[in-house]
């Protein structure tokens, strides 16, 4: 396995859609259908939200590679309201790359530029039944506030969110 991160390609845009929708399935396999993932993921990460994503100097998509073979992407922007926060939209890795290293090397190669641009603080929102995915963000520093919990859908599917965050001490 020889994992790299890499910005992604607009060549790439269909593999990293069927990610999303792979991951978000992965998430709550009970409770959200199929097909409203895929709906979801098609609409969320469309050709265009991505291209303009790649296009805007506040918005970031990294691609992981195994082998030139995308197997995880992290799609970050910054908060128009406030620069130093940074906002992950999705941050995943394909189920045989589901581990804390994967996902924290995508996740660290994605921030750091930011951090050192000035970014301060790092939040990212999780379905409440995505348990696994929420042990691994955890793992990698993310911190998660349950009492501020809200609901969201993913399709027809109502979810509980919990969101997270990360605050980054400058120097660390």
């Not at 978000?24 to 990460?45: A, G, H, M, N, Q």
Request: with cysteine; hydrophobic share 35%; aromatic share 8%.
């Amino acid at each position: 396995m020889s994992l790299e991160v890499r910005p992604a390609a607009e060549n790439e845009f269909d593999i990293l859609r069927k990610i999303a929708a792979q991951c978000l399935s992965d998430f709550c396999p009970e409770e959200i259908d199929k097909t409203d993932v895929e709906s979801w993921s098609e609409k969320r990460y469309s050709d265009d939200t991505l291209r303009k994503c790649l296009s805007d100097s506040d918005c970031s998509i990294n691609t992981m590679v195994d082998n030139d073979r995308p197997v995880g992407f992290c799609m970050m922007k910054l908060r128009p309201d406030d620069r130093r926060i940074g906002q992950i939209d999705l941050l995943v890795v394909t189920p045989e790359h589901k581990n804390h290293n994967s996902v924290f090397k995508l996740f660290q190669q994605t921030i750091k530029p930011r951090i050192d641009a000035g970014m301060t603080e790092v939040e990212i929102n999780i379905p409440e039944c995505a348990r696994p995915w929420i042990d691994i963000y955890t793992r990698i520093g993310l911190e998660f506030e349950p009492w501020r919990k809200f609901e969201d859908y993913i399709g027809k599917q109502k979810l509980i969110f919990w969101p997270g965050m990360l605050v980054i001490v400058p120097g660390c």
